[in-house]
C-alpha cells in the first residue's frame, strides 16, 4: 500500500494582475512536494483577464 506522501495542495495567484487594481483574480490550484520545496512556488502561468503569461506566487 502506498504511503500518504507529502504532496500538498497551493493556491498560485497572479502578482501582475493584483497590483495592476483590475477586477477579478488569475488563481490556479496545483500541488508540490513539500520536502522538495519547502519554499514558496512562484510559476508563470496565462492569465485569461490580461491575456498574457504572468508570475504566479504560492498563496497562503
Known sequence: MAKKGNRVQVIMECTEHKNSGLPGTSRY??????????ERLEL?????????????????
Open 29 to 38: 490550484i496545483t500541488e508540490k512536494n513539500k520536502k522538495n520545496s519547502p
Open 44 to 60: 508563470k502561468k496565462f492569465n485569461p483577464i490580461m491575456k498574457k503569461v504572468t508570475v504566479h506566487k504560492e498563496i497562503k
